[in-house]
């Protein structure tokens, strides 16, 4: 079974630019959850998606977006990158929302570096 | 507010020592789950184990050990006889309730292991 694939894998940028990432699920699985990891802040959650319908957010500018597809697949889309935003997203698939219960099995993730 | 703390930034051993983990967490849900994921340089976090809130019971999974106590709010992890292969950043997490998929994860530890 294919685990979670993110793409692209890196990505340089300059400031001001957007970016799109993607992310496809393990199969079955319908919950997507994206995470930003910096040295500085660490692990810090971003969105939750399932069913196409975005369940949580978490505390970052409307520069961040996403949205999930009716195959499951997901995006995150930043607008107007910062220097800031350079960090490794990661993306995380379970088979529903669960509080835990279900494993959440995280992509290889997508670095980025905004110049 | 939940939160997961990680005392430790970084720890190095030489192969074969044991080594423990520390992870504190708070949290005002009665139910939860607590989890401890590695991370490769290759930026991947791997599922080691998935604890709930009601079994307190000590886990062991060949040189990895967990060691769960509510009344400290503790969830140690111990790797016995380490192994250079054990090098990795290593977090732990706590589940947010209400079903959401969404994880609160520590800083990290750093652990290098010497031959």
């Known amino acids: 079974k294919a685990g979670v694939t993110q793409t692209p894998r890196y990505l340089i940028k300059t400031r001001g630019q957007q970016v799109t990432l993607s992310c496809s699920p393990i199969s079955g699985h319908r919950s997507v959850s994206w995470y930003q990891q910096t040295p500085g802040q660490g692990l810090q959650f971003l969105f939750e998606?399932?069913?196409?319908?975005?369940?949580n957010k978490g505390n970052f500018p409307g520069r961040f977006s996403g949205r999930q597809f009716s195959n499951s697949r997901s995006e995150m889309n930043v607008s107007t990158l910062e220097l800031g935003d350079s960090a490794l997203y990661l993306c995380?698939?379970?088979?529903?929302?669960?509080?835990?219960?279900?494993?959440?099995?995280f992509g290889p993730g997508t670095r980025l570096t905004v110049l | 507010a939940q939160k997961v703390t990680q005392a430790q930034t970084e720890i190095s051993v030489v192969e074969k020592e044991d080594v423990t983990l520390d992870c504190v967490y708070e949290t005002r849900d009665t139910t939860y789950y607590l989890f401890w994921y590695k991370q490769p340089p290759s930026g991947e976090l791997v599922f080691l184990i998935r604890?709930?809130?009601?079994?307190?019971q000590n886990e062991i999974s060949g040189r990895y050990s967990w060691n769960f106590q509510k009344s400290t709010s503790s969830f140690n992890f111990t790797i016995t006889a380490s192994q250079v292969v054990d090098s990795a950043v290593y977090f732990c997490?706590?589940?947010?309730?209400?079903?959401?998929?969404?994880?609160?994860f520590g800083k990290g530890t750093k652990l290098t292991v010497n031959p």
């Open positions: 998606y399932f069913s196409e319908t975005q369940r």
């Open positions: 995380a698939s379970s088979l529903a929302p669960s509080g835990g219960r279900n494993e959440q099995f």
């Open positions: 604890r709930n809130s009601f079994d307190e």
């Open positions: 997490a706590l589940s947010e309730q209400g079903g959401s998929e969404k994880l609160v």
